[in-house]
């Protein structure tokens, strides 16, 4: 460890570390997009094809906050550490899939591990590094998170272009290898000997509700009508499951989603927002690459080319919040103005269409990039620093659970109003489009082109909802800073 890092309190190769299991949990949910088309066609099972995408966040988003739990009773590191070797042996098993069925089961077991990544590793940083400096690395995190979601299908099409697409699943173990050299030989943590159940009862409720909210947003209006017995069967589990986790929740020695967190207004409407976020964010990082391949032209990585504008929108936004904030402890103006600009950014692209530009159809995205940026960042600061220190698992944990369960109902219902507007042409592939006759072309870009328009709407309203919940945010001084704010009214909570 250098003088430098001494003085800082922790070590950065650890950090590094820590950083590189993150990236592998973000990458991996979109890297697989490029490579899908192959992947069908040596496997079969179209049908099954989008299970691929939600076994993973799904799986991701019913265990972050059991491993964020796991992390504050039994120690954040080996919580981490196990949580890569789970993810590692998912990735192995995923690469050699024989069948649809047994990728899709494997992709379950990336996702168990998957939801330790982000959560074990922002609480580590949040018990490592002070307040203000870590409200600077935290805009480090920030960029991990255009670079992984536009990076991914430029990395799964090249790997699948050149080597094969179980290269997409293989390229985690030599990175995930180092990750957890790093977090074993650098991070050094107080050891931890706090005894206490788990709450196995919330769990349960909690993962029931997700996955029934899941298929409701996948199947209603696509594979059983709004009105069926399914929907409303699913709909009702939902409701009753998460109605019953609240006072489980309450009487619970160790809730995994402590309600005292909610006490704090600004803490509730960080999760509201993290939620809304991560639904436009995926809705259109999903759904955007189709529209720029079939209706463009563009190839599976020369689509994700020209989402780069989304991502330095994002990635500006996220670096500027993340140093402002650092600075001035100031923040509640950054989710308001990202709420703004990410409804303004999706309604932008509306005007998209078969004879739409490609450059000017590319560089459209960028705004809606700078939204999404200022909401992320922001409530991610939100949440971390306006937590007590012994409950920053769970309260990373949540903000991660929030957004992934966001941006996987998000893809599911921004999804069906996609593919209710595509009719037939849902099942044709880039490749497949291109050999029709150019009056079969020509149909299934209008197609396309609508699709996108009900995804950029529906985009447009959460947005607005988020940036009518953001006026509620109140500013408070950040935890461990000595002096309270000039705006501050009340005592430094968030």
Same mark, same amino acid.
């Given at each position: ?48 094809? @989008? ?30 550490? #196990? ?7 998912? @990735?192995?098993?995923?690469?050699? @899939? ?73 390229? =985690? ?72 986790? !609240? ?18 207004? =600004? ?31 563009? @190839? ?55 004879? &739409? ?21 922001? &409530? ?6 306006? #937590? ?11 903000? =991660? ?25 849902? =099942? ?14 020509? #149909? ?10 009900? !995804? ?39």
């Amino acid at each position: 460890m250098s003088a430098a890092d001494g003085e800082a309190g922790y070590d950065r190769l650890g950090v590094f570390g820590l950083l590189l299991g993150m990236f592998l949990a973000m990458l991996d949910g979109t890297i697989v997009g490029t490579a899908l088309p192959t992947i069908v066609g040596d496997l079969g099972g179209v049908r099954e094809l @989008s299970w691929v995408v939600t076994a993973y966040l799904l799986a991701t988003a019913v265990t972050t906050p059991l491993w964020g739990k796991l992390g504050d009773l039994a120690g954040r590191r080996g919580a981490f550490m #196990a949580s890569v070797v789970v993810f590692l042996a998912g @990735s192995a098993l995923s690469g050699m @899939s024989g069948s649809m069925a047994e990728l899709i089961a494997y992709r379950a077991v990336q996702g168990l591990g998957a939801g330790g990544l982000m959560v074990g590793a922002m609480a580590i940083i949040g018990e490592l590094v002070p307040p203000r400096e870590g409200a600077r690395l935290q805009s480090m995190i920030g960029v991990i998170v255009p670079v992984a979601f536009v990076g991914g299908p430029l990395v799964g099409g090249l790997l699948t272009d050149h080597l094969d697409w179980r290269w997409t699943f293989y390229v =985690n173990l030599p990175v995930g290898g180092l990750a957890l050299l790093l977090v074993a030989t650098r991070v050094r943590l107080a050891a931890r000997r706090v005894r206490a159940r788990v709450d196995v009862a919330g769990a349960a409720l909690l993962t029931l509700g997700i996955v029934a909210l899941t298929l409701l947003g996948s199947w209603g209006g696509v594979r059983y009508g709004w009105t069926s017995p399914q929907i409303i069967g699913l709909a009702a589990v939902a409701v009753a499951a998460l109605a019953v986790f !609240v006072p489980v929740e309450r009487r619970a020695a160790e809730p995994i989603l402590p309600p005292r967190l909610f006490a704090s207004r =600004n803490f509730a409407l960080a999760q509201v927002l993290s939620f809304l976020a991560g639904a436009v964010m995926l809705g259109l990082m999903t759904y955007l690459p189709q529209y720029m391949q079939v209706v463009r032209g563009a @190839s599976p990585v020369g689509g994700g080319m020209l989402l780069l504008p989304l991502m330095f929108g994002m990635l500006a936004a996220q670096l500027g919040t993340g140093r402002i904030v650092g600075r001035t402890g100031r923040y509640r103006w950054f989710p308001v103005l990202g709420g703004a600009l990410a409804a303004a950014g999706s309604l932008v692209l509306l005007p998209l269409g078969t004879h &739409t530009p490609t450059a000017a159809a590319s560089a459209l995205t960028g705004l809606v990039g700078v939204g999404i940026g200022l909401l992320t960042q922001s &409530t991610m600061l939100i949440t971390m620093y306006g #937590a007590d220190p012994r409950d920053m698992g769970a309260a990373s944990g949540t903000v =991660n659970l929030t957004r992934t369960l966001g941006g996987s109902l998000g893809v599911a219902m921004l999804g069906a109003v996609y593919t209710a507007r595509l009719d037939a042409p849902v =099942n044709l592939t880039p490749a497949q489009v291109r050999a029709l006759p150019e009056a079969g072309r020509e #149909a299934v870009r209008d197609a396309v082109s609508a699709g996108l328009h009900g !995804v950029v709407t529906g985009s447009a309203a959460l947005a607005l909802v988020a940036f009518a919940a953001a006026w509620f945010v109140r500013q408070r001084a950040l935890r461990g800073t000595a002096e309270p704010l000039p705006d501050a009214a009340e005592p430094a909570r968030l």
